[in-house]
Each structure stands twice: as structure tokens, then as C-alpha cells.
């Protein structure tokens, strides 16, 4: 027995002495990981340090032209420019590339003058040739190379062409109302001509473009590496020396990382999560101001769906200040419209459908429904900005209709197949939610209940012929008034025909180290990183 | 011994087919047009017709079986429709991280699970026997998940000694030439770097093992209790041999043979059932890989990486039923 007993205390000293060497030499890494903290880059370079930005996706094109996907703008605004810009955290039109614009009277031709002596990252030179090549380039795809340009100008854009060697003139076919503010968005960043004919297909792996950042190295669902541009045309900018984007898919792993000082901004931040980092004093909020719209979907062609006064019913039994309180930590707002207040034409006028469940079961006696019936709610399986837990939030509602004697039953697919399946009118009510691309209602109205975007972006399948003519009269008028009054008619009748549950406008969270200064995160949710400095 | 290998070797050869075959018509069985699912709704008829043929779709499936299989055999996995590069080449740093992450995983089952299953069958139903045996059903059962977040909460937030996620300090970057980052940061001699990637292996690996961990060790416990029942061992043992002698050169080579046969299923597992753990700790492995190619309808790269994973797995079979033959001589095919 004492032998083996000896045995024993050899073993479990062995395996106490590995644990302890593991501490030891574990701690010696812990200490010396402040050190490493600190940057290696930014003692030689002496400036502005590095920028570890945590998110939840990689990119998987970084040619902004060829993708729609928001994790590929989030780098390209920052290596790529556009003819104008969005103010910096609205999405007002200011000067760009381009230093000023003039529209013609019918607003069928539009004149830019291009700044001078703005250089691309590979040397040559940005002038007229390089816009009407890229403008080329993008009317010469179709809608699967190039999706944005086709659905923002496609066949209105009759032809570009170079006056001289710094001004453009647009003609277009049809007045495009929020032609300026389309120019804004960041897939028609300017690339250079030299990059595109030299990398061909490989282009979107090795962007060139005229923005403060340049393209350094990618590692594929790891890391985006982008760095100073030397040359770059505003004086002093940017102030960081480099920035790499990393991938961590997991919301509470991404919070642990920036926690951990691993990395020093993150987006996709839970909102339950914003106490405890109000609560650390190594970190820091921010909001993103609202460009976007969370909805429960009625499909307008499904069974009980289909009329007006049950879409109505459903309106009045969803309490939306509960959903705020529990799943926003209150950084959201009721949403009324389909779209938030800060878009020009928002009607301030229209009055939300209170919360009022006995309102409910009224309407739905008066269709006949006294005794409810039975549905689909379709919950989204990933977190978004706007939607940070479908299924909670799918239950709240599921809850709420309960009460008016609808019995919801919640059904999830896998995100690809949840899209498509909606897209299809397969659901009866589905959650979904829009984030706006350049702050016009035409973005919001237009693609998201007009009859012509059945089958893209308009999942209910609503279709109004009064709200197409207005729509469609908007898009094409150059009077910016006019324009909103249309809008707002068009809300009216929206409200009334009640296609979708319009739930919030949420305020998306990121969270960054205490030394961060000059972040502004952008509505539009791609942030241009050039005035942000590390302290 | 050679001769079994090589018969072994050849009865690969079917097995691979049907594999082959299998993940061929994986993407075939999809309910409708595969070319206008991947281009979605608001795909023109040209480009549906344009992919239909560059997907060798509108030839007949024995065309199509042995004209992909010819690509295997010249190691063309097709092409991404995604990234549109070559997957054979953009697959590699995915299985080089995957690999990496799983070799260490294993290593660590295999050397806790082994010896702590060895320790509780030689002291059968004493303390140590019941603590190992409790965790063990604990680490059977546990949610990766929530260990991997518990992992990151203590050891990176409160103790500051380990990184929270990724492969490397990306502040200092590893350059990589084989992808396999404590291969390059040794080539290159960046000791310091080593020390990084090895911190940056310990929380998703320790992750990773606990479950095999825990299935070694309850399996070698009771392959061991059997063993040590045999009358060799008690012979041996009233000799008065050491129990390091009595373990290490009698019973555990009898008692190993159920646990390779575990650990070579548990090291495949391991490749493909990574995700959790990649999502948790970011690691850019295949599991990851193959889950962004699912909701982007990436088929030829989810065939692919399906292929590539199903073929280690296979492999590792083969070389856990080599090693049967090694270390037990009475195992014999003939």
C-alpha cells in the first residue's frame, strides 16, 4: 500500500508542479502583454498606433462595386472615396472627389468638378478618364457583377463623359431625385483604372482607391490589414498608422476581446450588455445614430392576412415599448413609419397604432375572426443591429397575439433559406429589418413596399397602385419639396393598408478602449476611420 | 505487416469512391436548380444558363461524376463561387488552422484522458477515481459554448494571462509560409512569436479536448479495470513489479486497443466538429469555412470542404487500424 501510495503523490506532485510551471510562465506573458499592448508600431513609427477593430464578419469582396454585403463597406470606405460624401454622421451631401456639382434645370444633366492632384494608392492619377472608366466598368456589368449600381442608376444614367481633365458630365435618361446621395454611397468608390485592368478578377483581393487607408494584407475570415496612406490628399489625415479588422463572430467573445484589450473597437455589441461596460472605466459607448427600421413582415397574400382589418388588429395588440425595454436597453424608439424620423419626408403627422388589445379583438370580430386563428411568425436566426434576438423578440409578439386569441407559432430556418423561403411569400409574418444605404425615403419607401421591389426587398408582397404613382413620381422628381410631400401622402396610405408591424428604430452599440477620440460611428453603419486617434 | 498495409491501402480505394460519390450528388439532391438557387431570385436567364455550364450541370451525371473525379485526381477541387479563386488553394490555411487547433486538442486528451483513466482504474473507487470519473461525465456533458466563454472570463478578463480569441497578437503578425503558425514562427526562429501562438492555442484547445477528454479517459478506465483482472497482470503484480512497469509495459497494451479505436473517431470529430469552438474563440478553421459556404450557397466549396474532411477522417481510420496491427500481434487480416 505505501508504494503505491508514493506512486500516487509522485503523480499528483507531477501534474500540481505542470499547473504551477504552466501559472508561472503564463503570468510572465500576462505581465509582458501590456507591453506588447502598447504597439511595437507605434514607438517607431512615433504617431498615431494601431487600431484593432473587432467585428463579427470578414468582408468577402473588397472591391466596393461587386458586393452589397455591409461587412465589405466597413473596410472600403476607408481605402476607396466617393464623388461626394455624407456629412459625418448624417447623410447630407458634401464635397468629395468631387468639389462641386451642379444639376441642370431638368435635372437631366449633372457637371462635376474633380479635385486636383488627388493621387490613387498605386501612383497614377485621379481625373475625369479615371471616373468615366469606373462608371464604364460598372454600366458594363449586370446586376450580379455590379447590384448596387444597377438598382441606384442602371439604365438612367445615359452616359459620362470627361469635359476636360477634372470635370464630369452625367446624362441621364430620367431624373434621378437622390442622385447626389447615391453618388455618396460607398459602392461607387473610385478605383483606380491601372489596379482594375492589372488584377482583372482578382481586383476585389487587391483594391486600389484614392482613400486615406491602403490595403496591407488579408487573411481570410481572420483579419483585414490596412495602413496609412503617405500621399494621402487632407493634411494630417488620417491619424492612425494602421487599422486591422478582425472577424470574431461571437458577440460575447468580441465584448471578452475588447475587455481583454485584444482589440480596441467592436461593433454588434448586446444591448444587455451596455450596463456592464458603462460600469468600466477601461471603456467606452457609443451610439450609432438610427438609419434603420425593425418590422414584423404581414404577408399582404397569406390567408386571414390578406384583409386590412386583421393586418390592423395585429398592429394594435403589439406592445412595442415592452419589446424596447427588454431587448434594447432602451437605446431604440417606437418606430411609426417605415422608416426613422431623421429621412427627409418623414410624416410627423401619423399617429401610431396605440397598444390596445381590446381595439384588437374588435376589428378582428368585424373580420370575422371573433374566435382568432392560427399563424406562422417567422423569427430570424441571426442577431442584426436592428434585430438583436429574433426569438425572444418572436416570443414577446407571439405573447402579445395570444392575447387577442391569434395563436402564433414560431418557425426559424437557416438565414440563407429564411430569406429566400420570405422572399417567396412562404411566410405568414415574418421578422426582418432594413438599414438604410444613403438616408433617402426613396431607400426606404421605394425598395421596401413598392410593388416593383416584389420579389427583392419588398417581402409582403404589398402592392397599392396610388402608393407606386406616388412613389414613382418621387423618384423622379428634382424638386426636393415636392418630393416630401409625396412621401408623406404615401405614409398615410402605408399606415392605413398596415403591410407590416413596424416595430423599432434602433441606435446599433459599439464599444471601444477608453483612449479612443474623434469616433463618430455613421448611420449608414460604415465608418470612415481617419480622424480617430489613440490616446 | 506490409502485406496487411497494402491491403489495407487498397480497400480505401472503394470507400473514397462511394465518399466521392456521395459528396457529388450532395449538391444534385438539392430541390430544384442549384445554378438559380446560388444566383437567387433576381438572376437573369443568361446567367442562370452561364453557371448551369460552367457547373457542367446540362451534361448527363456520368459526365459530370468522372469529369469531377478526373479534377480530384489532378487535385482540383473546383472553384469558389464566393471568392471565385481556385479551392484548392484558398482551402489551406483553413485545414492548416483546424489541423493545428486539433493536433493540440487530441494531444491534450490523449495524455490527460489516457493517465487520468489509468490512475482511476488502478486505484479503483477511491478518491481520485470517483472526482476523475465525476468530471469526466461533466466534461461529457458540457456546452462548449458556455466553457469556451467561462474559459476567456477567467483566464483572459480576470487573470490576464492568456489572449481571448484569434491565432496570433495581431499587432505582431506571424508571416506564414506553411500556415501552421508554430511551424513558422520555429522556421523562422521568432521564439517570441511561438510563445504567442502557443497562448493563443491553449483556451481553444483545452475547449476542444474536453469532451474527447473525458470519453479517453472513462474508456481507458474500464478497458484497464478488465485487463488488470487478467491473471498476467496479477502474476505480475505479485512478483511485486512497480505499478509504473505493471501499467506502462503490461496492461496498456492490451487496454489500448478500445481507446485508439475512440480516440481515431474522436480525432475526426474533432476536424469537422470544431465549429463551436471556432466560432467561440474566432479561429478562421474549416468548421467555420464550411458554415460561411452554407448560408452563402457556396456549394462547390461546401462539396469541397466536406470531401477534404471526410478524406482525413478516413485517414485517420486507416492509421489507427494500422497501429492495432502494430501494437497487438495477434491482430492479423488475412
Given at each position: 500500500m505505501k508504494k503505491r501510495n508514493g506512486w500516487l503523490l509522485l503523480i499528483v506532485g507531477f501534474i500540481l508542479s505542470l499547473v504551477l510551471v504552466g501559472c508561472n510562465s503564463s503570468s510572465t506573458g500576462g505581465e509582458s502583454e501590456p507591453e506588447g499592448k502598447k504597439d511595437p508600431g507605434t514607438e517607431e513609427k512615433g504617431s498615431g498606433g494601431t487600431l484593432v477593430f473587432g467585428r463579427g464578419g470578414d468582408s468577402t469582396s473588397l472591391d466596393p462595386a461587386a458586393t452589397t454585403e455591409g461587412e465589405a463597406f466597413k473596410v472600403t470606405k476607408n481605402l476607396f472615396e466617393t464623388l461626394v460624401n455624407f456629412g459625418e454622421q448624417d447623410t447630407e451631401i458634401e464635397a468629395g472627389l468631387a468639389t462641386e456639382w451642379e444639376p441642370s434645370e431638368d435635372g437631366l444633366t449633372h457637371t462635376l468638378k474633380l479635385r486636383e492632384g488627388v493621387k490613387f494608392h498605386d501612383g497614377t492619377d485621379f481625373n475625369a478618364e479615371a471616373v468615366v472608366f469606373n462608371l464604364e466598368r460598372w454600366k458594363a456589368g449586370n446586376k450580379e457583377q455590379f447590384y448596387y449600381y444597377n438598382s441606384q442608376f442602371g439604365d438612367k444614367i445615359d452616359s459620362v463623359k470627361a469635359v476636360d481633365d477634372y470635370t464630369v458630365e452625367f446624362k441621364l435618361n430620367t431624373p434621378i431625385a437622390p442622385f447626389y446621395k447615391n453618388l455618396a454611397m460607398s459602392p461607387f468608390g473610385i478605383a483606380s483604372p491601372a489596379a482594375i485592368e492589372k488584377f482583372g478578377d482578382k481586383f476585389m483581393e487587391n483594391p486600389v482607391g484614392t482613400g486615406p487607408f491602403v490595403f496591407k494584407e488579408w487573411k481570410r475570415n481572420d483579419r483585414i490589414t490596412i495602413e496609412k496612406y503617405a500621399d494621402y490628399w487632407q493634411e494630417g489625415l488620417p491619424k492612425l498608422d494602421s487599422v486591422i479588422f478582425r472577424s470574431i463572430p461571437e458577440n460575447s467573445a468580441r465584448l471578452n476581446a475588447l475587455a481583454s484589450g485584444e482589440v480596441d473597437l467592436i461593433d454588434g455589441v448586446n444591448f444587455s450588455d451596455v450596463p456592464q461596460i458603462e460600469g468600466n472605466a477601461d471603456l467606452q459607448v457609443f451610439e450609432r445614430p438610427t438609419l434603420n427600421v425593425a418590422y414584423l413582415g404581414l404577408t399582404n397574400t397569406r390567408g386571414p392576412i390578406e384583409e386590412k382589418l386583421v393586418r390592423q388588429a395585429l398592429n394594435y395588440a403589439v406592445d412595442k415599448k415592452s419589446l424596447i425595454d427588454a431587448f434594447y436597453a432602451g437605446a431604440a424608439d417606437p418606430a411609426?413609419?417605415?422608416?426613422?424620423?431623421?429621412?427627409?419626408?418623414?410624416?410627423?403627422e401619423i399617429e401610431d397604432y396605440p397598444y390596445d388589445p381590446e381595439k384588437a379583438k374588435e376589428l378582428l370580430k368585424e373580420a370575422g375572426y371573433e374566435d382568432g386563428f392560427e399563424m406562422e411568425l417567422w423569427a430570424m436566426p441571426v442577431p442584426r443591429p436592428y434585430m438583436p434576438d429574433g426569438q425572444k423578440v418572436a416570443e414577446a409578439i407571439q405573447s402579445n397575439f395570444e392575447a387577442i386569441g391569434v395563436k402564433a407559432k414560431i418557425v426559424t430556418y437557416e438565414w440563407g433559406t429564411y430569406l429566400e423561403k420570405a422572399n417567396n411569400g412562404e411566410a405568414d409574418s415574418f421578422l426582418l429589418g432594413w438599414t438604410g444605404d444613403n438616408g433617402d425615403a426613396d431607400n426606404f419607401l421605394y425598395v421596401l413596399l413598392d410593388e416593383d421591389s416584389i420579389g427583392s426587398n419588398n417581402y409582403t408582397y404589398y402592392k397599392n397602385s396610388k402608393v407606386h404613382e406616388l412613389l414613382t413620381k418621387a423618384q423622379a422628381s428634382p424638386n426636393q419639396e415636392e418630393r416630401e410631400k409625396l412621401y408623406k401622402e404615401a405614409q398615410v396610405i402605408i399606415k392605413d393598408d398596415a403591410p407590416w408591424i413596424p416595430l423599432v428604430h434602433s441606435r446599433p452599440i459599439l464599444a471601444g478602449s477608453a483612449g479612443i477620440e474623434n469616433f463618430k460611428p455613421h448611420p449608414t453603419g460604415s465608418d470612415l476611420l481617419s480622424n480617430i486617434e489613440l490616446k | 505487416m506490409l502485406a496487411y498495409t497494402i491491403r489495407r491501402i487498397l480497400s480505401l480505394i472503394p470507400v473514397l469512391l462511394g465518399l466521392s460519390l456521395i459528396v457529388f450528388f450532395m449538391i444534385r439532391a438539392i430541390p430544384g436548380d442549384p445554378a438559380q438557387i446560388i444566383l437567387g431570385?433576381?438572376?437573369?436567364k443568361e446567367a442562370v444558363a452561364e453557371l448551369t455550364k460552367q457547373l457542367g450541370l446540362d451534361q448527363p451525371w456520368f459526365v459530370q461524376y468522372f469529369t469531377y473525379l478526373g479534377g480530384l485526381f489532378t487535385g482540383d477541387l473546383g472553384e469558389s463561387i464566393k471568392t471565385k479563386s481556385a479551392i484548392s488553394e484558398e482551402i489551406w490555411p483553413y485545414l492548416a488552422a483546424t489541423l493545428e487547433l486539433s493536433f493540440c486538442a487530441i494531444a491534450i486528451a490523449i495524455f490527460v484522458g489516457v493517465n487520468a483513466g489509468i490512475i482511476s482504474a488502478w486505484y479503483q473507487n477511491s478518491w481520485f477515481d470517483y472526482i476523475a470519473m465525476v468530471l469526466a461525465l461533466i466534461g461529457v456533458s458540457m456546452p462548449i459554448f458556455w466553457l469556451g466563454l467561462m474559459e476567456q472570463w477567467v483566464f483572459a478578463i480576470n487573470l490576464d494571462w492568456l489572449p481571448t480569441s484569434g491565432r496570433e497578437e495581431v499587432r505582431n503578425p506571424i508571416s506564414s509560409i506553411t500556415n501552421i503558425y508554430m511551424i513558422d514562427t520555429l522556421i523562422q526562429g521568432r521564439f517570441d512569436q511561438l510563445w504567442d501562438v502557443i497562448k493563443h492555442l491553449i483556451l481553444p484547445s483545452v475547449a476542444l479536448a474536453t469532451i474527447p477528454m473525458a470519453i479517453i479517459a472513462r474508456i481507458t478506465r474500464s478497458s484497464m479495470l478488465e485487463v488488470m483482472r487478467s491473471d498476467y497482470i496479477r502474476t505480475a503484480r505479485a512478483k511485486g513489479l512497480r505499478m509504473f512497469w505493471v501499467v506502462y509495459k503490461h496492461s496498456l497494451k492490451n487496454a489500448i486497443i478500445p481507446v485508439l479505436t475512440v480516440i481515431g473517431l474522436q480525432t475526426g470529430l474533432l476536424l469537422g466538429g470544431a465549429i463551436l469552438t471556432e466560432t467561440v474563440f474566432s479561429w478562421p478553421g474549416m468548421g467555420r469555412y464550411i458554415v460561411d459556404a452554407i448560408s452563402a450557397r457556396d456549394y462547390p466549396v461546401i462539396q469541397s470542404g466536406i470531401l477534404v474532411i471526410a478524406f482525413i477522417f478516413v485517414m485517420i481510420n486507416l492509421i489507427v487500424d494500422l497501429l492495432y496491427a502494430a501494437i497487438d500481434p495477434r491482430i492479423k487480416y488475412n
Open positions: 411609426i413609419n417605415p422608416m426613422p424620423p431623421v429621412v427627409a419626408g418623414y410624416n410627423e | 431570385q433576381l438572376a437573369t
